[in-house]
């Protein structure tokens, strides 16, 4: 950690804490700038008790380190409280399971004025909650995901809960299995259509929801990715699945997605039938897969087990009919009932932007009956059903539990796996919608860190189709970072990819990313003209390698930084969404145009951007040196204010 940012949090200066630190016990330099990691809460603890023993008498400071020890014990038994890296006071509050207004004494004596429905951040609320009494850590971003996608899946069980379920309700069936082992080619012939056709590589993009009958049962079934890349995608379309389907080939047997996605679903407790597909080739060998089977503990049922092995032919659609009835054998155990009447409630499968449709999300009906005009609530989204139509785009009136449609209606896009409910009153949608205008309050937060910047970084622009594929793509990216090198999206989008983004991919040099998204007419010209190259994929590996392979690129780059020289900011000119012009005095040095600006305020940095072009005297010039006036465009985020020192630097990468 920076050390200017250690004396922020400490509210001390920079010089005083290394002149100080020493004392402590801490070995740092006087011209130290960063302070090991692992040193840093020992040394926030020790500058603590320093504080509370320079306030008390020498009498007071004895019957302190005698109670030091029984504090000490103490901390080692403090319970842990994960939190975000923000989190609103008064969730924080219930968290800790603390009256709120001692929360915000406790904020208050830490110098923050914060209101019950503002955030803070981490940094903060670590603090705040080690003088608590708390020890608290960071969620991952794995438990993020989790707890958002146990939340919601509470959520939709106690609104299940509450109605009473006494009609039956088709089974909602997850099909899965390992990537090329013909998990699709399953569903193409289930409903004798050909999906696989119009998608990329032969491997399904987006989670889609269809319908098949058998005997005048309906069943519905959920097409979730088998690529790797597309795990959060799985994982969430399992939060809604009745009966899982596992696609193995029996020419190939079991693969590491195959054992994933088995797991999966002995954690979520679903009932799953093994499809043993491929049983056409002249290569197959179905003993070969129930024998890797009963290595794992799930002997197939012929061989006096549990586990439901079905052999067919998704090419010669052979032996179908009976995978559809022992799903439904599977469904009868399972004893599906559901509320047809009153409110209904279900679970965003898939969301998109339609140029013409607006914003489009696929929700499946859990319980209730979904109608034309219906009032909904999804997350912080709102509407009216505008319009409910099936998979081959037909119009319904209403959508009954078990059935999966596509609904217009939406104000914006809701998250996939949100809950969507409808309400009978209006007022409870304009109630949502001062909770989410109180509830986005600003986030308390400090300077931002040096740190970062001195990793290389490859900052990415991404637009995708769909939200599904957006966080498949944000995950798998995460992936790529190492200590070395990261992949930074500074922005994201759905849709198609619009002259701003040209714009910002030319003042941030970003990697300007399509995935299923096209450029504008206007936006493809404007990429022309500024050169700015527009990497368009259809297959999210692809899209990963060629991520990977300019990391590897900035890896083996080295990037020389050169100070030149200063300015005072004396007046701001003009300021835009991603560029600020403003005029100073150059203090120190000289400065030239194409050249990195680091903007600082009292000390601390607080973003980096770009120096573009440099006037003086209103004529363009290429330098001006110290002691003279200038005026300057700057390309980043229009954060500068009068008095802002500006460091100029020049960057040569060998």
């Known amino acids: 950690m920076n050390v200017t940012e250690l ?29 090991d990691d692992r040193l840093v809460d ?16 020498e009498q007071e400071a004895k019957i302190k380190e005698v109670k030091l020890g029984d504090k000490d014990e103490k901390a080692a038994d403090a319970p842990v409280v994960k939190i975000p890296d923000t989190i609103v006071v008064r969730e924080y509050a219930e968290i800790l399971q603390v009256p709120v207004n001692k929360l915000m ?6 110098g923050i004025m914060a209101t019950l429905n503002q955030a803070i951040d981490f940094e903060t609320a670590n603090i705040i909650g080690e003088d608590l009494g708390f020890k608290i850590e960071r969620l991952s971003a794995e438990e993020k995901e989790a707890a958002a996608a146990v939340g919601q899946d509470l959520k939709l069980k106690e609104i299940i809960r509450q109605r009473a379920a006494t009609t039956d309700r088709p089974p909602v069936v997850i099909v899965m299995g390992h990537v090329d082992h013909g998990k699709t080619t399953v569903l193409d012939a289930l409903r004798e259509t050909n999906v696989i056709g119009s998608e990329s590589g032969g491997i399904t993009q987006h989670i889609g929801a269809y319908q098949v009958e058998l005997n005048g049962r309906i069943i519905t079934f959920l097409d979730t990715p088998g690529h790797e890349a597309f795990k959060a995608m799985r994982s969430r379309g399992s ?17 590491p997605q195959t054992i994933e996605v088995i797991t999966l679903c002995q954690k979520e407790n679903i009932p799953f039938i093994i499809a043993i597909n491929k049983v056409d080739k002249e290569t197959a060998d ?3 897969v129930k024998t890797e089977l009963a290595e794992i503990n799930l002997s197939p049922e012929d061989w006096g087990g549990k586990t439901i092995c079905v052999p067919i032919s998704a090419k010669k659609k052979e032996n179908l ?16 009932k559901a509320d047809p009447e009153g409110l209904a409630a279900g679970t965003i499968i898939e969301t998109h932007k339609d140029k013409n449709e607006g914003p489009v999300a696929t929700v499946l009906v859990q319980t209730g009956t979904l109608r034309l005009g219906n009032l909904v609530v999804v997350g912080d989204v709102t509407g009216k059903i505008k319009a409910i139509k099936d998979e081959y785009d037909k119009n319904y009136d209403s959508a009954p539990p078990g059935k999966p449609v596509k609904i217009l209606g939406l104000k914006n896009t809701p998250e996939v796996g949100d809950v969507l409910e409808v309400v009978d009153d209006i007022r409870l949608i304009k109630q949502k919608h001062k909770h989410k205008h109180m509830s986005s309050g600003s986030t308390i937060t400090g300077a931002s860190s040096d740190d970062e910047a001195e990793i290389p970084t490859l900052p990415l622009i991404l637009r995708t189709d769909v939200v599904g594929s957006q966080e498949a793509i944000i995950e798998a990216l995460s992936k790529l970072n190492s200590d070395k090198t990261r992949a930074k999206i500074i922005k994201k989008g759905l849709g198609y990819i619009t002259d701003v983004d040209i714009m910002e991919a030319e003042n941030s040099g970003a990697m300007l990313i399509g995935f299923h998204a096209k450029p504008s007419k206007s936006a493809e010209q404007l990429a022309r003209d500024k050169k700015i190259t527009i990497h368009q994929y259809e297959i999210i590996y692809k899209l990963l390698e060629e991520v990977k392979t300019e990391l590897d690129k900035i890896k083996t780059q080295q990037t020389t930084r050169v100070e030149l020289g200063q300015i005072k900011v004396l007046a701001i000119f003009k300021t835009a969404k991603d560029h600020m012009i403003v005029g100073g005095e150059v203090t120190k040095g000289k400065v030239t145009p194409n050249t990195v600006v680091k903007v600082v305020r009292n000390g601390e940095t607080q973003d980096l951007g770009k120096l573009a072009e440099l006037q003086s005297s209103k004529e363009i010039v290429t330098e001006v040196a110290a002691g003279q006036q200038c005026g300057l465009r700057y390309n980043g985020r229009p954060i500068i204010e009068v008095g802002d020192t500006l460091e100029v630097y020049q960057e040569k990468t060998e």
Not at 239 to 250: E, N, R, T, Y
Not at 322 to 336: F, H, K, R, T
């Open 7 to 35: 004396a922020r949090r400490l509210k001390v200066p920079t010089k005083e804490l290394l002149e100080t630190l020493p004392e402590l016990g801490f070995d740092i330099g006087k011209r130290a700038i960063k302070v």
């Open 42 to 57: 020992k040394i926030i603890r020790a500058w603590s008790e320093r504080k509370r023993r320079a306030s008390m008498s």
């Open 105 to 110: 004494i406790e904020l208050m004596k830490n």
């Open 239 to 255: 939060k809604v699945a009745d009966v899982a389907v596992i696609v193995v080939a029996a020419d190939d047997g079991l693969q």
């Open 286 to 288: 179905i003993d070969r």
């Open 321 to 336: 009919d009976s995978l559809l009835e022992m799903i439904l054998l599977v469904a009868d155990v399972e004893e599906l």
